[in-house]
Structure formats: structure tokens, C-alpha cells
């Protein structure tokens, strides 16, 4: 029997690394172990220099690390979908001994999460050392429970939006001309189809994804004990420069306010082109409580209903009958 | 730029990076893929009985990759931010293995503690993944086990139904199966089933086709006809060393026949074990919707009994 044994790839991309003259890390660091004595990654991504941006789409998160991005030292990793990999509610029915990701092996998966991010960010971003890495992942929120139990030391952000304005998006952006069904093709014709021939239910569906992926990220937040914050897209909204510098503040991570002042204003929504904006486009409103005009009444109903928990949490107003 | 550099170093005479003492060597892992339905609890339970091997029974890891890799994010395969994106490959693909790895050696000790062990990993569900699998694991073994699709999607429909084995399962798990297309709509979940069909058996074909190692196919068909047969073709195939003995012990064993006779029939995990049950359980439009969406898988598997 042949027992010649394969190598490991990152150790193969460790040696990549020094045949290449980059600076190497060691992410086999064991949970919740730092990878080196003082806590800190060899070179690359230290993983407490991560910072998470979990939710769900059109929460402005595209925006939001926009702006992460241009600090100097500051990068993002725009949507690894790692999350979506390792999300638990897929698996709810597969709960004995054997499946993967059964409970009494933890230890050992968890440090599998960790060393697939980690390698991945590694290999992405060799020249971040010592910098901050955001990781943009509101598609991947699913899995921010078990990415944050991972990798405990990272930053996290709970990035959140109104559910009616989020959902109201959403439907702008699936209806037919609309960016998302332009950008999908096939696949954006089929959720064309529902949006423009039962928008009721297409706002249903989306309204249960809200409360799937934010109440994931939720639970996630509750959970970490970490450095974290909760952004709202209003609040960035209306003073983006004073919301920045509180989460930053929260996180940890210094940053001058020059530096933030002037990434604030290269991706201010009036310095986006007119012609850039509008119905249909990714860049549609950025006006707080516009579902007001874009959702009907029994759509408004339909988000509030199944987002109680959340909306009620994050945005206390009250339904919109109450609010007149 | 990644893989250049690896030949760089290859080139330069460095030994490989060498595994963990003491953990899974991949070797000796045996892998079960094609579809729910086509006897892999019984394959996989012949070869658990036999001394020196361990039986993982479906990990889902495949389906874990897969899923993201192939269907939620298949359109961003070239992406270089996606976790699995091409350009990375070979480095997410070492994580799979090393996932796979310490996973096995963490529940199979004591298959890891020695060279001439096995595990044979039982993963039909997880198929969707084999390709990514038996990449990242190129020395592993394999087995492709196949029925007709007719069959497995007879098979589906019968579990699927109002009060069946598949219902205990989920009451054992603290949950009510909620009501099955099998019962409301029969035809669309026939349909959907030889999709299922289709992504697992098509993957895992794949896989079978391009990997290099020990690997061997097996119809559940020739399982059933000759089934101490077909086992040794299994054995000698991947180059397992085996007592025939031992192997037709285990054979009898878990032979159809000796199951007990409450144990059987419509709505229990064991049905029928008829090949061409299809026939009875079937209508003829639910198996032509089964071979339309599966006719290549069908001809390819099949040839003979496609054309009859």
C-alpha cells in the first residue's frame, strides 16, 4: 500500500509565500489560541484585524465599506460568502454524531472555519500586515454565529436597515430594467417573473430572508464577546461622519478623522452621478422610510408582521398604522 | 501565480509538507457517492462488518461545499473575493481536505491510529460535492454506486409519503414532517426527485471520471443479482485485501432475506429491493418525466435496459 502522503496545501502556500519573498502566517494557531505568543499572525491578516460586517442586502453595506476601504492599511474582502457555507439552519435535520458539524466534534470544525478563513485571507491580502481587513458579508450572515465563535478576537459589525425599506429595494431592484435582473440573467428573469406578476409574495419571501439573515446576525451579536456595533443605515444616513467615528471608536481601530472625513465625502451619496441614480439602478433612494411610497399597505403589513422581532428592536416607532 | 510557485518549490527538491503524525491518512478512505436510495446503507454496512474498517455514515461535507460551490454561488467561481473562487483553489481545496482529515481522525481514532485501517465514508447526500472531494483528496478511494433512476425515484415517493419511515426519522429528531409534494402533487415531486437525481449521480460521475485513484462503479442491480460477486470486484478493484470468508459472512449477514419480515414493505426504510420495482410504482408519465430529465445518466448507466 502506498503511504506517500499529499502535501498540505497551505503549507504549500507558506512556501509559496517565502519563495516569493512575502511575509508568512501561520494560521494553525489552535482555538481560541492566538497564532503566535503575543496574539498576533506572523504577517498578513491577524484576525483580530478583522472586522465583519454581517445583515443582509440593501442595507448600504457596499457603501459602507466603501468607505472602510480607503483608510491607508484598510482593505475589504468583498463577500466571500464563507458564511453561506457553514450555515447551521441547512443542517437543522441532520443532527447526530456523524454529520460534519455534529456538536461533540466542535473544537475540531471550528478550527477548520478558522484556518479557511484565515488561509483565505492570507492569500488574498499578503500584503495587509499589520492592517485592517473588513470583510463585507451581509449575503453570508447565516453563518455569523459560527464565524465569530471562530474567529472570536475579530471585530463585528451588525449593520442593520429598516426591513420595509430594505424589502422595498429589493423589489426596485428585481423588477423588470431593474440592476439585479439585469446582472442575473436567467436566473434574475425568474425572480423578475415574481416581482412584477406577485409582488405580494415576492415581498413575502424577501421579508422572511430579512428576518432569516438579520436574525442570524442578530443572535451572532448577542453572542460575541468581542469588539462589535450596531450601525444603522439611517443613522449613516443622516450624519455619516459621526456614525463612523463611533463605530471605529467601538471597534477599536484607530483611525485619524482627516482620513475618515475625506473617504466619508468621496462616497457621499451626492458625489455619486445623477445619472448613476435612480429607480432600477443600485443606487435608487438612500431616502429612510421611502417605503412609505414604494410599498402598498398590505405589502407594509406583510414586512412588519413577519420582522416584528427586529423592527420592533432596531426601529421602536411602532407599525406604520400607529405612526399615522 | 500560486501554483507556479508550488512547481518552483517542487522544482527545488524541498520534500513535501508532510500531515500530522498520528492523523487520517487519505488513503484509506473509502468513499460511497451517488444518490439517497441506491443501497448504500446496505453496501456500507457489509463492509463495516469486516474487521479493521469503521463506517462513517454521511457526513454531509460535500454537500456543505458543494451546494455553495456548484449552486448558491456557482456564477462567481472566477471571482477573487468568493472563498471558493478559481484562482484559490488549490489553496481552499487543502482546507476541504484538512476539514475532511481531522474530522475523520477525530471520530475514527482508531482507525487513524493504524496504516491497514479503513473508513468507508457513506455519502450519497453529499454527492453534489464529489468532485471537490475526491480533488482535494486524490489518494482516497472511491465507489460510484448507481440505480436506475426510476427505481430511486419509486423508491423517494414511497418514503415520501404520509406516515413512512421518513416521518419516524424526523419525529426522533423532535419534528413533524410536514406535508410532501410525494402526497399533493406527485408528478412535480417525481420531477424534482430526478433533478436530485441528476445533480447527485451527475457529479458524482464526474468525480468517478476524473479521478486517478482506486475508485470502482457498482449497480446496485449486479449488487442484488450477485452480491458476494460484486463485492469482491469491489475489494479487488481498490486493492483492499479482503478474507472471503469473512466477506461472505458479512454478506449473509446483511442479505435482504435475512432481514426480518415486519421490517419490509411500502412505507418502511427497507421496501423492496426490486430492481425494475419502477414498473409497479410508477405511472407511465412519472417515469417518462424520470427519463426525460435523467435520459443521459439513464443511457450512459444503462444502455440496455434504456432501450427496452
Same mark, same amino acid.
Given at each position: 500500500?502506498?503511504?506517500?502522503?499529499?502535501?498540505?496545501?497551505?503549507?504549500? #502556500?507558506?512556501?509559496?509565500?517565502?519563495?516569493?519573498g512575502?511575509e508568512?502566517?501561520?494560521?494553525?494557531?489552535?482555538?481560541?489560541?492566538?497564532?503566535?505568543?503575543?496574539?498576533?499572525?506572523?504577517?498578513?491578516?491577524?484576525?483580530?484585524?478583522?472586522?465583519w460586517?454581517?445583515?443582509?442586502?440593501?442595507?448600504?453595506?457596499?457603501?459602507?465599506?466603501?468607505?472602510?476601504?480607503?483608510?491607508?492599511?484598510?482593505?475589504?474582502?468583498?463577500?466571500?460568502?464563507?458564511?453561506?457555507?457553514?450555515?447551521?439552519?441547512?443542517?437543522?435535520?441532520?443532527?447526530?454524531?456523524h454529520?460534519?458539524?455534529a456538536?461533540q466534534y466542535?473544537?475540531?470544525?471550528?478550527?477548520?472555519?478558522?484556518?479557511?478563513?484565515?488561509?483565505?485571507?492570507?492569500?488574498?491580502?499578503?500584503?495587509?500586515?499589520?492592517?485592517?481587513?473588513?470583510?463585507?458579508e451581509?449575503?453570508?450572515?447565516?453563518? %455569523?454565529?459560527?464565524?465569530m465563535? #471562530?474567529?472570536?478576537? $475579530?471585530?463585528?459589525?451588525?449593520?442593520?436597515?429598516?426591513?420595509?425599506?430594505?424589502?422595498?429595494s429589493?423589489?426596485?431592484?428585481?423588477?423588470?430594467?431593474?440592476?439585479?435582473?439585469?446582472?442575473?440573467?436567467?436566473?434574475?428573469?425568474?425572480?423578475? $417573473?415574481?416581482?412584477?406578476?406577485?409582488?405580494?409574495?415576492?415581498?413575502?419571501r424577501?421579508?422572511?430572508?430579512?428576518?432569516?439573515?438579520?436574525?442570524?446576525?442578530?443572535? %451572532?451579536?448577542? %453572542?460575541?464577546?468581542?469588539?462589535?456595533?450596531?450601525?444603522?443605515?439611517?443613522?449613516?444616513?443622516?450624519?455619516t461622519?459621526?456614525?463612523m467615528?463611533?463605530?471605529?471608536?467601538?471597534?477599536?481601530?484607530?483611525?485619524?478623522?482627516?482620513?475618515?472625513?475625506? %473617504?466619508?465625502?468621496?462616497? $457621499?451619496?451626492?458625489?455619486?452621478?445623477?445619472?448613476?441614480?435612480?429607480?432600477?439602478?443600485?443606487?435608487?433612494?438612500?431616502?429612510p422610510?421611502?417605503?412609505?411610497?414604494?410599498?402598498?399597505?398590505?405589502?407594509?403589513k406583510?414586512?412588519?408582521?413577519?420582522?416584528?422581532?427586529?423592527?420592533?428592536?432596531?426601529?421602536?416607532?411602532?407599525?406604520?398604522?400607529?405612526?399615522? | 501565480?500560486?501554483?507556479?510557485?508550488?512547481?518552483?518549490?517542487?522544482?527545488?527538491?524541498?520534500?513535501?509538507?508532510g500531515?500530522?503524525?498520528?492523523?487520517?491518512?487519505?488513503?484509506?478512505? =473509502? !468513499?460511497?457517492?451517488?444518490?439517497a436510495?441506491?443501497?448504500?446503507? !446496505?453496501?456500507?454496512?457489509?463492509?463495516?462488518?469486516?474487521?479493521g474498517y469503521?463506517?462513517w455514515? +454521511?457526513?454531509?461535507?460535500?454537500?456543505?461545499?458543494?451546494? *455553495?460551490?456548484? +449552486?448558491?454561488?456557482?456564477?462567481?467561481?472566477?471571482?477573487e473575493?468568493? =472563498?471558493?473562487?478559481?484562482?484559490?483553489?488549490?489553496?481552499?481545496?487543502d482546507?476541504?481536505?484538512?476539514?475532511?482529515?481531522?474530522?475523520?481522525?477525530?471520530?475514527?481514532?482508531?482507525?487513524?491510529?493504524?496504516?491497514?485501517?479503513?473508513?468507508?465514508?457513506?455519502?450519497?447526500?453529499?454527492?453534489?460535492?464529489?468532485? &471537490?472531494?475526491?480533488?482535494?483528496?486524490?489518494e482516497?478511494?472511491?465507489? *460510484?454506486l448507481?440505480?436506475?433512476?426510476?427505481?430511486?425515484?419509486?423508491?423517494?415517493?414511497?418514503?415520501?409519503k /404520509?406516515?413512512?419511515?421518513?416521518?419516524?426519522?424526523m419525529?426522533?429528531?423532535?419534528?413533524? /414532517?410536514?406535508p410532501?409534494?410525494?402526497?399533493?402533487?406527485?408528478?412535480?415531486?417525481?420531477?424534482?426527485?430526478?433533478?436530485? @437525481?441528476?445533480?447527485?449521480?451527475?457529479?458524482?460521475?464526474?468525480?468517478y471520471?476524473?479521478?486517478?485513484?482506486?475508485?470502482?462503479?457498482?449497480?446496485?442491480?449486479?449488487?442484488?443479482?450477485?452480491?458476494?460477486?460484486?463485492?469482491?470486484?469491489? @475489494?479487488?478493484?481498490?486493492?483492499?485485501?479482503? +478474507?472471503?470468508?469473512e &466477506?461472505?459472512?458479512?454478506?449473509?449477514?446483511?442479505? !435482504?432475506?435475512?432481514?426480518?419480515?415486519?421490517? /419490509?414493505?411500502?412505507? /418502511?426504510?427497507?421496501?423492496?429491493?426490486?430492481?425494475?420495482?419502477?414498473?409497479?410504482d410508477?405511472?407511465? +408519465?412519472q417515469?417518462?418525466?424520470?427519463?426525460?430529465?435523467?435520459g443521459?445518466? *439513464?443511457?450512459? &448507466?444503462?444502455?440496455?435496459?434504456?432501450?427496452?
Amino acid at each position: 500500500m502506498s503511504v506517500f502522503r499529499y502535501p498540505t496545501l497551505s503549507g504549500v #502556500a507558506r512556501r509559496v509565500r517565502a519563495v516569493l519573498g512575502l511575509e508568512t502566517g501561520d494560521t494553525r494557531g489552535a482555538l481560541p489560541e492566538p497564532t503566535s505568543a503575543d496574539g498576533h499572525s506572523a504577517g498578513g491578516v491577524a484576525p483580530e484585524n478583522m472586522i465583519w460586517i454581517f445583515g443582509t442586502g440593501r442595507t448600504g453595506s457596499t457603501w459602507l465599506a466603501a468607505m472602510m476601504e480607503e483608510p491607508e492599511g484598510h482593505d475589504v474582502w468583498f463577500e466571500p460568502r464563507v458564511g453561506t457555507v457553514f450555515d447551521p439552519q441547512r443542517f437543522q435535520r441532520h443532527g447526530g454524531k456523524h454529520f460534519i458539524l455534529a456538536s461533540q466534534y466542535k473544537d475540531v470544525w471550528l478550527r477548520s472555519i478558522r484556518n479557511f478563513i484565515l488561509d483565505g485571507a492570507n492569500a488574498r491580502f499578503p500584503e495587509l500586515d499589520g492592517g485592517y481587513l473588513a470583510v463585507k458579508e451581509p449575503g453570508g450572515s447565516v453563518g %455569523a454565529g459560527l464565524i465569530m465563535e #471562530a474567529l472570536p478576537e $475579530s471585530g463585528m459589525v451588525l449593520l442593520i436597515r429598516d426591513p420595509r425599506d430594505v424589502v422595498a429595494s429589493w423589489l426596485d431592484a428585481t423588477r423588470k430594467g431593474g440592476w439585479q435582473t439585469r446582472r442575473r440573467g436567467e436566473g434574475g428573469r425568474r425572480a423578475e $417573473s415574481l416581482a412584477e406578476t406577485n409582488p405580494n409574495a415576492f415581498v413575502r419571501r424577501h421579508a422572511y430572508a430579512y428576518l432569516q439573515h438579520v436574525g442570524s446576525a442578530r443572535r %451572532a451579536y448577542e %453572542a460575541h464577546e468581542g469588539r462589535k456595533v450596531v450601525v444603522r443605515y439611517e443613522d449613516l444616513r443622516a450624519d455619516t461622519l459621526g456614525t463612523m467615528k463611533r463605530m471605529y471608536g467601538e471597534l477599536d481601530v484607530p483611525v485619524g478623522e482627516a482620513q475618515l472625513a475625506k %473617504a466619508v465625502e468621496k462616497h $457621499s451619496w451626492e458625489n455619486i452621478p445623477e445619472e448613476e441614480k435612480g429607480q432600477g439602478k443600485f443606487y435608487r433612494k438612500a431616502t429612510p422610510e421611502a417605503w412609505r411610497e414604494d410599498l402598498t399597505r398590505r405589502q407594509v403589513k406583510t414586512v412588519e408582521r413577519i420582522t416584528a422581532p427586529l423592527l420592533e428592536e432596531f426601529y421602536p416607532k411602532g407599525p406604520a398604522e400607529q405612526q399615522g | 501565480m500560486i501554483r507556479d510557485a508550488w512547481r518552483k518549490v517542487r522544482s527545488r527538491g524541498m520534500p513535501p509538507a508532510g500531515e500530522e503524525t498520528g492523523s487520517m491518512l487519505p488513503e484509506n478512505l =473509502i !468513499w460511497v457517492f451517488g444518490t439517497a436510495r441506491t443501497g448504500s446503507s !446496505w453496501l456500507s454496512a457489509i463492509m463495516g462488518e469486516i474487521g479493521g474498517y469503521s463506517r462513517w455514515h +454521511e457526513p454531509l461535507v460535500g454537500h456543505l461545499f458543494g451546494n *455553495l460551490y456548484y +449552486e448558491r454561488a456557482g456564477h462567481r467561481s472566477e471571482d477573487e473575493h468568493f =472563498i471558493l473562487g478559481g484562482r484559490y483553489r488549490y489553496l481552499w481545496l487543502d482546507t476541504l481536505r484538512r476539514f475532511v482529515l481531522d474530522s475523520a481522525a477525530a471520530r475514527f481514532p482508531e482507525v487513524a491510529a493504524k496504516e491497514e485501517g479503513y473508513l468507508i465514508i457513506k455519502e450519497p447526500q453529499g454527492s453534489m460535492g464529489a468532485p &471537490l472531494l475526491m480533488e482535494a483528496l486524490p489518494e482516497s478511494r472511491m465507489i *460510484l454506486l448507481v440505480r436506475d433512476p426510476r427505481d430511486v425515484v419509486a423508491s423517494n415517493l414511497d418514503a415520501h409519503k /404520509k406516515g413512512t419511515w421518513t416521518a419516524d426519522l424526523m419525529r426522533k429528531g423532535g419534528k413533524e /414532517k410536514p406535508p410532501s409534494l410525494a402526497e399533493s402533487r406527485p408528478d412535480a415531486f417525481v420531477r424534482g426527485q430526478a433533478r436530485r @437525481y441528476v445533480r447527485d449521480v451527475g457529479n458524482a460521475k464526474k468525480a468517478y471520471d476524473a479521478h486517478r485513484g482506486l475508485k470502482v462503479l457498482v449497480r446496485y442491480e449486479d449488487l442484488r443479482a450477485n452480491t458476494l460477486e460484486s463485492m469482491k470486484r469491489i @475489494y479487488s478493484a481498490l486493492e483492499i485485501p479482503v +478474507e472471503e470468508a469473512e &466477506l461472505a459472512r458479512s454478506v449473509e449477514k446483511n442479505a !435482504w432475506e435475512n432481514i426480518p419480515a415486519e421490517q /419490509k414493505g411500502e412505507g /418502511k426504510f427497507h421496501r423492496k429491493a426490486k430492481p425494475g420495482g419502477w414498473r409497479e410504482d410508477l405511472t407511465p +408519465e412519472q417515469a417518462e418525466i424520470v427519463e426525460g430529465v435523467a435520459g443521459s445518466l *439513464l443511457r450512459e &448507466l444503462y444502455p440496455v435496459r434504456s432501450t427496452a
